[in-house]
């Protein structure tokens, strides 16, 4: 099993900077795909960046192309969301997730492990 904890919640102003980590315990994080999704108040939860089991690849949302970056340090079993030019509409809860199959998704489903989430707000 796996259990997975964000963190670097805050408060920044449109054109901040933030990071966000996401901590795994358990076996096997190496091995899984981690991906990051948002969902804002009254809002779907959606997609904003995933990464392969070894970091060579990366998928991004559309709207944080360019200024967000997804990365991962296996050795520390953490996968890290750094977020560069934030806008008011980056303005959401932020959820770490993990995957056992191979590939990297997009969809919310394909996942097998979820954080808690860590609210991120965005001031204009």
């Known amino acids: 099993q796996v259990q997975l904890v964000e963190s670097g919640l805050g408060l920044v102003q449109a054109g901040g900077s933030l990071r966000l980590s996401c901590a795994a315990s358990?076996?096997?994080?190496?091995?899984?795909?981690m991906g990051w999704f948002r969902q804002a108040q009254g809002k779907e939860r959606e997609f904003v960046a995933a990464?392969?089991?070894?970091?060579?690849?990366?998928i991004y949302a559309d709207p944080v192309k360019g200024r967000f970056s997804i990365s991962r340090d296996n050795a520390k079993n953490t996968m890290y969301l750094q977020m560069n030019s934030l806008k008011p509409e980056d303005t959401a809860v932020y959820y770490c997730?993990?995957?056992?199959?191979?590939?990297?998704?997009?969809?919310?489903?394909?996942?097998?492990?979820w954080g808690q989430g860590t609210r991120v707000t965005v001031s204009s």
């Open positions: 997730a993990a995957k056992t199959s191979a590939f990297t998704s997009s969809w919310a489903s394909d996942y097998d492990y």
């Open positions: 358990g076996r096997g994080f190496s091995s899984y795909v």
């Open positions: 990464i392969s089991w070894s970091g060579g690849r990366t």
